[in-house]
């Protein structure tokens, strides 16, 4: 079973920053693909970043230029650094997961999701 465990969320001020990180755990091989939602109270949850094994990003428009995705693939962990942070990124933020080999070198094609960390910024 893959679990994602997600950590870094926190109270900030405007301009401030914040780097969350994602461990994930299980039995596989790899991860294709390692990623950033978030989701605020009532909303449909949003893409804010995805990177895929090779190392190509996509970012959503609202945090190019402030917000990079990275990973470490020896330790299956993906991070998240939020840099000129605004209150309009105050929300609840998910480490995703997709596209995993398992140890039987089979593809698991299900998304996976951290339990959320708060991310708030206020004056």
């Known amino acids: 079973q893959v679990q994602l465990v997600e950590s870094g969320g926190g109270l900030v001020q405007p301009g401030g920053s914040l780097r969350l990180s994602c461990a994930v755990s299980?039995?596989?091989?790899?991860?294709?693909?390692m990623g950033w939602y978030r989701q605020a109270p009532g909303k449909q949850r949003e893409l804010v970043a995805t990177i895929i094994t090779g190392g190509r990003t996509n970012y959503a428009d609202s945090v190019k230029g402030r917000f990079t995705i990275s990973r470490d693939n020896a330790k299956n962990t993906v991070y998240l650094q939020m840099n000129s942070l605004k209150p309009e990124d105050t929300t609840v933020y998910y480490c995703?997961?997709?596209?995993?080999?398992?140890?039987?070198?089979?593809?698991?094609?299900?998304?996976?999701w951290g339990q959320g960390t708060q991310v708030t910024v206020s004056s």
């Open positions: 995703n997961t997709g596209g995993i080999i398992s140890t039987k070198f089979i593809l698991d094609d299900n998304d996976y």
């Open positions: 299980g039995r596989f091989v790899s991860i294709y693909r």
